[in-house]
């Protein structure tokens, strides 16, 4: 069965640290992976798209990484600030229908003062 | 300004009043579907649309209806709203070619009583 597993579910850091989300996926064959960001209350945002080939790509203070071989994939947050205070979600899309999605539930991160 | 929209944002409704939540988005994208998002669950694809009449089932179709008329619009329809389709819905849509991004709208928050 596709699946995409995030951990941890919930995350408290302080402002300024970094911080490491993970994702594991069990999607076969493989397309792209996504990581959005969601505010409470507020539609998903992308933050970076990654096909096979890549194994990283930043978006300002936010980098993913892809290791294909071991499906894994993880969210780097540098220097963290309290606007960072979301939901991230790991997609990711097979290649047999490169608009099906499968979502996993999420890491809740808390950015406090 | 490219964006999706909504309407309405929130809803509190009865079992079996028929309602429509109209999605609309100005990108001029071939790509709109709609998902669900509840808690604990990662978002789920209800139904999904290629193209102007082209429309096809996601993982969670039962009891909800779509139409796609134009291709700016992609409403969702509920004829007979029960509570268990009390959720937080988004729309989405993405362009053709390639690991497409997803846009989402900001989410429509039904209650079925």
């Known amino acids: 069965k596709n699946q995409v597993e995030q951990s941890p579910q919930s995350l408290i850091i302080l402002e300024g640290k970094n911080c490491t989300l993970q994702c594991n996926y069990t999607v076969s064959p493989f397309s792209n992976l996504r990581w959005y960001k969601q505010d409470t209350g507020r539609g998903p945002v992308s933050l970076t798209i990654m096909t096979f080939s890549e194994n990283t790509k930043s978006n300002g203070r936010y980098t993913a990484t892809l290791d294909a071989d071991t499906k894994q994939s993880s969210l780097h947050i540098t220097a963290s600030q309290l606007s960072d205070s979301a939901s991230y979600i790991c997609v990711v899309s097979g290649s047999y229908n490169t608009d099906k999605l499968i979502f996993g539930t999420g890491t809740r991160l808390q950015v406090f003062p | 300004e490219a964006q999706v929209t909504q309407n309405p944002r929130y809803l509190i409704t009865v079992t079996g009043k028929k309602l429509t939540v109209t999605c609309s988005q100005n990108?001029?994208?071939?790509?709109m579907s709609w998902y669900r998002q509840d808690p604990g669950l990662g978002l789920r694809q209800i139904y999904y649309s290629m193209n102007v009449e082209v429309t096809d089932k996601g993982d969670v179709p039962e009891g909800y209806k779509v139409s796609r008329k134009e291709k700016r619009n992609f409403p969702l329809i509920l004829e007979s709203p029960s509570p268990n389709q009390t959720s937080l819905y988004f729309c989405?849509?993405?362009?053709?070619?390639?690991?497409?991004?997803?846009?989402f709208g900001p989410g429509t928050r039904l209650t079925v009583l």
């Open positions: 990108m001029n994208h071939e790509y």
């Open positions: 989405a849509s993405s362009s053709s070619g390639g690991p497409r991004e997803q846009f």
